[in-house]
């Protein structure tokens, strides 16, 4: 009985075992497939495209601005870049520095959304077109670990090789083989990469047949310089207003220090497209500085060690914010108007003239 007992329990302990392994097969089976289809998407790509044209296609009019003013205009020398999220594009006005800085030019490239990847690929081709004489980067309390969703558009073949051998290079062993969400976001992006790549042809040929219905708006954003034009025209969020009309931010402090040493600095995805932005800056001859832009309802300033961390990729200068968390200031919880932007960008044209030593929160650093 004893001998009946112990095989009944082999066989089921068997069992379970063979259906493990079977499961395990099953899920290497998907990732093996997904790579090849990757490897043959990618040939196909290649084969067929340009490696200089079609760069750029994105129903997005401070995009199609981007792209004219970096791949489609003549070459020109820049004084000042900014580069950031929509944080940025709503903050600093470049007419305000322009006329703060004795007539330097200056040009707002903030856009839609939050990433290194993409700030690094502007900046790239921005000072490959260029001659770009200091690129203002902005950093905020977080940073995106996600790929952006708009570097899709803005990078050719030879660029998207490089970008799919990295984010196929984060990948551990067990996210391939137990098909984990981050394995599968990172096929996902890849698809849509390179089929954007492999349309983009015949969308830019129905761009030159059909012409380009939108070049009245372009040109508005032109003659503001890159700033989100319709900052001063549209309202406040009615919600925001509502909401927050009667409170204003408490005095702004220091930002609490997070332990975990893999995030509470800015993550490898943004450490990887930060050192290449530094490389890329230092190749051109390109001053590299890191504006810090605050939001609305988180009214301190950034950690310790994260600004010591952007001190060693550039300058770090720190606005003084005293008095901007009024909400007439801000349009929305996260994103300057009106009175607000024109008081921060002139913070930020005084640390320009004098350094950032003379930000009021030089010594807390």
């Given at each position: 009985?004893a001998?009946h007992?112990?095989?009944k329990?082999f066989t089921?302990e068997s069992t379970?075992?063979?259906i493990?392994i079977?499961?395990?097969c099953?899920?290497?089976n998907?990732?093996l ?9 990618s ?8 490696f ?7 129903e997005?009019?401070?995009?199609q601005?981007?792209r004219k003013?970096i791949f489609n205009?003549?070459r ?12 940025s ?15 330097l030019?200056?040009?707002?490239f903030?856009?839609?959304w939050?990433?290194?990847d993409?700030?690094?690929?502007i ?10 004489n200091?690129i ?5 309390d977080?940073?995106?670990?996600e790929p952006?969703?708009?570097?899709k558009?803005l990078?050719g073949p030879k660029d ?5 051998c990295?984010?196929l290079r ?6 391939v ?6 394995f599968?976001?990172?096929i996902?992006?890849t698809?849509?990469l390179l089929?954007n790549l ?6 830019q040929s129905?761009t030159?047949?059909?012409?380009n219905?939108e070049?009245?708006e ?11 034009v319709?900052?001063?025209?549209h309202?406040q969020?009615?919600s925001f207003?509502?909401?927050y009309r009667n409170?204003e931010a408490?005095?702004i402090t220091?930002?609490?220090?997070k332990c975990?040493?893999?995030?509470y ?10 050192k290449?932005?530094?490389?890329i800056c230092e190749i051109?001859?390109t ?6 832009v605050?939001?609305f309802?988180?009214?301190?300033l950034p950690?310790r060690?994260k ?16 008095g901007l968390f ?5 349009r ?8 607000g ?9 005084f640390?320009?003239?004098y350094g950032?030593?003379?930000?009021p ?5």
């Amino acid at each position: 009985m004893a001998r009946h007992g112990s095989k009944k329990h082999f066989t089921y302990e068997s069992t379970k075992q063979l259906i493990s392994i079977k499961n395990l097969c099953r899920m290497e089976n998907k990732a093996l497939k997904s790579i090849i289809f990757i490897c043959l998407l990618s040939l196909i790509s290649i084969g067929v495209l340009n490696f200089d044209a079609f760069k750029f296609c994105v129903e997005d009019r401070k995009w199609q601005w981007i792209r004219k003013k970096i791949f489609n205009s003549e070459r020109e020398s820049i004084d000042i870049a900014i580069v950031g999220s929509s944080y940025s594009w709503c903050a600093i006005r470049p007419s305000t520095i322009t006329k703060g800085l004795d007539g330097l030019n200056a040009f707002n490239f903030g856009r839609n959304w939050h990433g290194r990847d993409v700030d690094y690929f502007i900046i790239k081709y921005l000072v490959k077109k260029h001659k770009v004489n200091r690129i203002l980067l902005e950093f905020r309390d977080i940073e995106n670990q996600e790929p952006h969703q708009y570097t899709k558009y803005l990078i050719g073949p030879k660029d998207a090789v490089s970008e799919i051998c990295f984010n196929l290079r984060v990948l551990s062993y067990t996210d391939v083989i137990t098909y984990s969400q981050k394995f599968k976001r990172t096929i996902t992006y890849t698809v849509e990469l390179l089929g954007n790549l492999s349309v983009r042809p015949l969308l830019q040929s129905a761009t030159t047949l059909l012409g380009n219905s939108e070049s009245g708006e372009i040109d508005g954003i032109e003659s503001g310089q890159g700033f989100y034009v319709h900052g001063d025209t549209h309202g406040q969020e009615k919600s925001f207003a509502k909401m927050y009309r009667n409170k204003e931010a408490q005095e702004i402090t220091l930002e609490k220090s997070k332990c975990n040493r893999n995030n509470y600095l800015v993550g490898s995805r943004s450490d990887y497209y930060l050192k290449k932005i530094k490389s890329i800056c230092e190749i051109n001859d390109t001053r590299l500085s890191f504006v810090y832009v605050p939001t609305f309802i988180k009214a301190y300033l950034p950690a310790r060690e994260k600004v010591a961390y952007y001190k060693t990729l550039g300058e770090v200068l720190l606005p003084n914010v005293k008095g901007l968390f009024k909400v007439c200031y801000w349009r929305d919880k996260n994103h300057m108007f009106k009175e607000g932007s024109s008081k921060f960008t002139k913070e930020l044209i005084f640390l320009m003239k004098y350094g950032p030593a003379a930000s009021p929160y030089f010594q807390l650093y």
